[in-house]
């Protein structure tokens, strides 16, 4: 199928995916735990994955599916057309707000991202992207991301990571928030990366991510000029879960190489 | 004026405060700095504080007005009936994000908290709540707050209060966040304490607060069963500038006795 084409095929479905999403807001969820106590999945989450396998599977039979919940296919490379899926990115926002989660969705053509969705359902505000053709937050096209410096950004960051970890010095991460502007936390990954990409936010960072937390939202936020790697500024990790910044030009290199120190 | 023809009137106010403020989005705002290069001031800020002021002082004499950008009243107590005003709680993400801002209003007699309003401007949804009848949000009235435990609770906290600070003993502050579920930060005291009162978080602190970030929210937070002290467990400070805590009563006293150690 033409790009085109399949960005219609895909705005539908993401909104049908939605309209499921926002009826089941009013039912009891059913709510798991998985790697730890406040990993969390519920029914939906696995709803909406095979909702969106069943529909690919039947349309796109030689596309492959990389999704959080493990209904796709194992992906150890990203040759041919991959979808990378998380049906609710901010399960955590999802049980606890029922508002501030999201579709999370990536077409990568032989690791190309092609086509980028993020849906934040309860607002129903479609975040869209076509590879070289811009970022529109639903019928608006986003500006490019405009200039500016470490000391008036705002950086999204979770207090987790200011704190002794295992993955950063946090001494040098204290200092980060220290000379920015301000700092927030949402709790959602798909988002973050969609206020980057409007400027609500100029960088976002996290010391672990899966593949399918960024994969739509980079295809949307390299539109506007955002610049995404992991903590080594090597192209960010689609195949496994891995450290993440994405930023405005202009803080990016200078984030990287003066305030985060990789243990 | 009896208290619901003041709560119609309040209504009407903050709405037409909104409208300005949402015709001044596509504006270009006059932004200066307060006590730091990151305490910031607009010429919004300003205007809706004017705004309120001329309308209490021509329809409520006898009132007095308590208002972060001071063009009110001197206040050092709060005899009789005093409005405390923040015209744009969140100046910062009012500036850089156009939207997670708030007026807030608090509306007390004789220090009796009557009426309590957080105004999400862009979102047009207005939290109230009128003193032992309930708090809305829009026409949709907030439930009591359920029984939680701190395991299970998200917290909204700044990076900052985790991060050696001379307030708290931020390692305490970090047991914290290890401790609860998750920690989000949104950058509006208001906007939090009516996310306190909906249930999408289950505390939120501040080390330095203003009576302006907190009159209004706190009148909505206790009508759900909320509890608002300062660090020290005395009532939440109404005059003068200090720490802040607004909590489901299930971890409220846990959170103080367990987690914050004042210097």
């Known amino acids: 199928m033409e790009l085109h084409a399949l960005d219609l095929y895909i705005k539908s479905l993401i909104k049908e995916a939605g309209h499921l999403i926002r009826n089941s807001l009013a039912t009891e969820l059913v709510i798991e735990a998985k790697s730890n106590a406040n990993d969390l999945v519920t029914n939906m989450d696995k709803e909406i994955e095979q909702f969106f ?33 998380d049906p609710i990115d901010g399960t ?3 049980i606890h707000q029922k508002s501030n989660f999201a579709i999370s969705l990536g077409i990568y053509e032989n690791g190309i991202g092609k086509l980028g969705y993020i849906y934040d359902v309860v607002n129903d505000n479609l975040y869209h992207a076509v590879n070289g053709e811009g970022a529109y937050c639903n019928d608006e096209r986003l500006l490019p991301l405009k200039e500016t410096s470490l ?6 960051i979770n207090a987790t ?3 002794p970890n295992r993955y950063i010095r946090h001494e040098d991460s204290i200092r980060l928030i220290q ?7 949402y709790g959602s990954a798909a ?3 969609a206020y980057l990409a409007t400027g609500r936010i ?37 195949l496994k879960q891995d450290s993440f910044i994405a930023a405005n030009p202009s803080v990016h290199s200078k984030i990287l190489t003066e305030y985060i120190h990789v243990k």
């Open 53 to 85: 396998i069943s529909r690919i599977r039947r349309d796109f039979p030689g596309h492959r599916v990389f999704g959080e919940e493990g209904f796709g296919d194992v992906i150890e490379n990203l040759d041919g057309t991959v979808w990378i899926l």
């Open 92 to 94: 955590m926002n999802f």
């Open 161 to 163: 990571w200011v704190t």
């Open 191 to 193: 988002l973050e990366l």
């Open 202 to 238: 100029d960088a976002y960072l996290s010391m672990r991510l899966s593949p399918w937390d960024i994969a739509g939202g980079m295809v949307i936020a390299k539109e506007v000029g955002a610049i995404a790697t992991n903590f080594k500024d090597e192209p960010a990790n689609l």
């Open 151 to 156: 000391d008036k950004s705002i950086v999204g």
């Open 179 to 185: 000379d920015v502007r301000g700092t927030r936390s």
